[in-house]
């Protein structure tokens, strides 16, 4: 005979003072109900989408998934140019017979831009990853320096590319001249 008690509620009370129940406790009655997750903060079943690490979170995932698309098309656009500007640069400065070490920081320059946008694009994917494996954070503050790091460094990343451009666009036709002036010499 089953115990009515345990059958009812999981738990038979001479059982527990005793040690022991003359009725039948069967093991396949009862299913295990998992705990539902809630936030350690507020206590809501997660994602409680309440406070403020919540909201943190979510501005981060969709901040990160927007710079990954902006430096994307930033890279596209701009990246050929700086790169193929820098090789004029080296070469006119070449023909004209300027000192290695000019030659040298044109080259250095150019490759500086696109190693600065390569990196933000690694650490971009890097965050991207933090964020599917630490799905349990709840520090604000991480959220917030991550974004703040995000907008900070991709700026400045963008910044010595739109730098080098102003520059060497504005400088082309100059090189070219002094390039004439250097065939000419010859
Ligand atoms: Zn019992
Ligand atoms: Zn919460």
Redesign the pocket.
Known sequence: MVCARFAATGCCKTFNSHGHCSLHHPLNIHSIIQVTAR??????PKP????D??KRRAHLVSFVEAKKAETCSYKNANLPEVLALADKKFEAATRAHQKSELKDKVKERGVNCKTGIDKIETQLDQIDKWLTKNSDC?DSELYKAKTKWITKNVEKAFYAVDRALEEWRGRREKDEEEEKKGRGRK
């Open positions: 936030c350690p903060i507020c206590s809501l409680c989408a309440k406070c690490y919540y709840n």
